[in-house]
């Protein structure tokens, strides 16, 4: 953080070194030398506190030991006169190049992975890129992972406009810089929509005379460990310092109605043959919500179909609704006759009802329906029906996968009705593997988890080499979160089926990668900005991908693993990231009276993106970062997890409660 405070006494700002006091206390030593702060080990130079000069101004630092891998610098910046406008730096150079380097929810690598266009390397046009803290997940967070150390530097939240500020992660051949700036900017262009690039953009400010400017940076080390374990150490300690606000929200019986409700009122569709749920709701041209005339019925991803229907099912078992009961099984009658003799499935009923022949069946979609009509099999029959067609879909999806999987495990990302695979990259395919765990599950057909860890291990694999998985958002090509719930799921289940702590310690592995998508803290905006006029909290959200650099309420889908997670490993992080990830994730679910953007919402109904940097509209244009998209989605994981958590936690009581 950057604290800006016009009346501190100078004097306070002293060189302070304080040694580690826990562990190894004589491990790490500071020292004065000609060009800095200088940490060393054992008499080897591990890195230095670089803070350029700048006329005019002055500079002192402090530094203090946390614990024995942990220091917090302070620098502290006064104007000897008045200026016009100012440029601060300070930073800490790793003296040792990077085998991996990471800005989390920005940059993994340089984001050398995929087709999209996002910011590739660590410069654009030749020059080092700058961004905004907005963008990062702890703020200003950098890790880079050198010859014997990985460091991690990250700041306090600002507290004010005043503090905003921007890091620069600057890898060579034998150094790398954790660098940062104030006042905020993004030079020398700004990512500002998917695949889209401005020209920068540098704030302004003055210094009056003996004003005073002080930066706040933690510095972390730990040893580099195999398949980047060296981040946990980082992440741990990030999560401990950071404050954790809570947001009230609707208890979890408040959230169920309206989630259904959304779903009867506003979300279900008749079309033709066709009986199931909008994607979700839009404006028209006169200001009312209409439901989305395009590409509009889908058995996964944003449309859940299949979910929403096994909610409804729960709803009847809960309250004897005969709708809720009428419009579930009309839902997965509809779907389950969407079955190709191949096995292969029909994701989109858009195809069928425009006789659309070559739409692609991605491995998201059709691993989630053969995961939920496994569902909607066992629970349609506790309410009396007996539906084996809804068991022969899902069989048949794992059936044809397994007749087509790659030698090295990979499944594909999508393939055509013909089952001819279009494209095989990226941990997408990863999605199937939890259908192949149930199926072995039900069935005791060997070839089913033969398949499926075959898979989970070649997907696993990836994550441990490159530290980071890819290609689980369907609109987007590039390195992100989404693609890793389905190790995390799988990882649980595979835990459940076979007792195996193998499971759990991969499970673990994936929650860090996670965690490095995870918001720790409330970012601050000016009066008259959107999520300051309606109370958005930032906390507890996450970033789709570097290719969407926006937040969303997406974490919900795996809370229950991480309140699982918790328990068996006895580790409360899990259960506290997973109670900030609730808390978040369920703001503005409408009661059918809020109000947002000038348009009153529909009951249940939330919105999906959430605009917390200069992505997703011009830089500077900051007044609509909640968009109007009431996708189906949100509400569906939120049902979802509500009806999960009987399942996954021995106290499915534990979530928050209190009403707003």
């Known amino acids: 953080m950057i604290k800006y405070n016009k009346t501190a006494l100078w004097a306070t700002l002293c060189v302070l070194f304080c040694l580690a006091s ?81 800005i989390p929810s920005v940059s993994y690598n340089g984001n050398n992975w995929g087709r999209g266009k996002e910011p590739k390397g660590a410069k654009a046009d030749g020059q080092w890129r700058t961004v905004s803290f907005r963008r990062t997940p702890i703020p200003g967070a950098m890790y880079s992972e050198g010859k014997r150390y990985a460091v991690a530097t990250w700041t306090e939240a600002p507290k004010s406009l005043k503090e905003n500020f921007s890091c620069s992660l600057r890898p060579e051949d034998s150094r790398t810089d954790h660098h940062y700036l104030w006042p905020e900017e993004e030079m020398p262009v700004t990512y500002a929509n998917r695949d889209h690039f401005e020209p920068g953009w540098r704030e302004s400010l003055p210094l009056k005379k003996r004003e005073t400017v002080e930066f706040q940076i933690y510095i972390h080390l730990s040893p580099v460990q195999d398949e980047h374990r060296a981040m946990r150490s980082f992440l741990d300690k990030a999560w401990e310092l950071s404050p954790k606000p809570q947001v009230e929200v609707y208890s979890p019986e408040k959230l169920w ?42 058995i996964g991803w944003c449309g859940q179909n299949a979910s929403l229907a096994i909610s409804l099912l729960r709803d009847f078992q809960k309250t004897g609704s005969k709708e809720s009961l009428d419009k579930a099984i009309a839902t997965l009658d509809t779907w389950s006759k969407c079955g ?29 329906a053969a995961v939920n009509f496994f569902e909607a099999y066992d629970v349609a029959k506790e309410c009396g029906l007996e539906r084996p067609e809804y068991e022969r879909v899902a069989y048949a999806i794992c059936d044809f996968v397994v007749s087509d999987q790659q030698e090295n495990g990979c499944y594909a990302k999508g393939w055509r009705p013909d089952g001819e695979a279009i494209y095989r990259e990226g ?55 989404e693609s890793s719930i389905s190790l995390l799921r799988s990882a649980i289940r595979l835990h459940r089926l076979t007792g195996s702590k193998e499971y759990i310690e991969d499970a673990v592995a994936i929650s860090y990668y996670l965690s490095t998508w995870l918001w720790h803290y409330d970012e601050i905006y000016p009066e008259g900005d959107n999520f300051t006029d309606y109370g958005y909290h930032t906390f507890g959200a996450t970033s789709v991908s570097v290719q969407h650099n926006h937040l969303d309420p997406y974490a919900l889908y795996w809370v229950p693993e991480w309140m699982e997670l918790s328990e ?20 503005f679910v409408s009661d059918g009276t809020l109000e947002i953007n000038g ?40 049902l979802e997890t509500l009806r999960r958590l009987e399942e996954f936690s021995s106290n499915p009581q534990s979530l928050p409660t209190s009403d707003r």
């Open 22 to 102: 826990c562990g190894k206390a004589d491990r790490f030593r500071w020292e004065k030398r000609t060009d800095g702060m200088t940490l060393l080990e054992n008499g080897e130079i591990l890195g230095t506190l670089e803070i350029p000069d700048v006329q005019g101004v002055s500079h002192k630092e402090k530094i203090e030991a946390l614990d024995s891998a942990t220091f917090k610098v302070t620098v502290g910046f006064k104007a000897a006169e008045d200026l016009d406008s100012v440029r601060l730096e300070a930073g800490f150079v790793h003296a040792s190049g990077s085998s991996f380097w990471m």
């Open 257 to 298: 109605e309206l989630g259904i409700r959304y779903a009867k009122e506003s979300l279900w569709a008749e079309e033709g043959p066709f009986k199931g749920f909008s994607i979700g709701l839009i404006l028209d041209g006169k200001g009312n919500w209409i439901q989305r005339p395009g590409w509009k019925y889908e």
């Open 340 to 368: 190709l003799p191949n096995g292969l499935f029909i994701t989109h009923y858009d195809n069928i009802l425009h006789n659309i022949p070559d739409g692609a069946l991605d491995a998201c979609n059709l691993g989630t």
């Open 427 to 481: 941990t997408i395919g990863c999605f199937l593997v939890p259908a192949m765990v149930e199926a072995y599950r039900r069935s005791g057909n060997q070839k089913y988890l033969d398949s499926g860890l075959k898979a989970y291990r070649h997907y696993l694999s990836e994550l441990k080499e490159k530290g980071f998985t890819t290609a689980g958002a369907l609109d987007t090509w590039c390195i992100d979160k």
């Open 568 to 587: 068996l490993t006895g580790d409360p992080q899990w259960k506290e990231k997973a109670e900030a990830i609730w808390r978040c994730g369920n703001q």
């Open 599 to 638: 348009h009153v919402r529909p009951a249940g109904s939330q919105n999906e993106a959430y605009f917390e940097c200069s992505w997703g509209f011009s830089s500077g244009d900051n007044n609509k970062r909640i968009n109007d998209w009431l996708v189906a989605w949100p509400g569906a994981f939120r």
